[in-house]
Nanobody
Framework: QVQLVESGGGVVQAGGSLRLSCAAS????????IGWFRQAPGKERTFVAV????????TYTDSVSGRFTISRDNAKNTVYLRMNSLKPEDTAVYYC????????????????WGQGTQVTVSS
């Protein structure tokens, strides 16, 4: 089983950038797809991006495509989410999680959730 810890959140002005990190412990990290989700106050947790175990492929939700980039360094047991051109509507708690199915972008397709990191984008 893998344990995940997010970091890198903060307060940034609209148009700015942040890079989130998801550090993992556990021997199986390099064989697991890792996803990022976010949850705004009063709203459901929604999918942002997922990267395959090897890092060769990634999928994004439409609202962040072209602005966010997910990547991973299996030697460092870390997945990153680079967020550019941030908008106030990107404000949320961001979570990383391990996908426990072959495919999928629903929250039920993922487990081993981290504690989350807050991202606040001011206008």
């Amino acid at each position: 089983q893998v344990q995940l810890v997010e970091s890198g959140g903060g307060v940034v002005q609209a148009g700015g950038s942040l890079r989130l990190s998801c550090a993992a412990s556990g021997r199986t990290f390099s064989s697991i797809a890792i996803g990022w989700f976010r949850q705004a106050p009063g709203k459901e947790r929604t999918f942002v991006a997922v990267i395959s175990a090897s890092g060769a492929s990634a999928t994004y939700t439409d609202s962040v495509s072209g602005r966010f980039t997910i990547s991973r360094d299996n030697a460092k047991n870390t997945v990153y989410l680079r967020m550019n051109s941030l908008k106030p509507e990107d404000t949320a708690v961001y979570y990383c999680a391990a996908r426990n199915r072959i495919v999928g972008t629903k929250t039920t397709d993922f487990g081993s959730w981290g504690q989350g990191t807050q991202v606040t984008v001011s206008s």
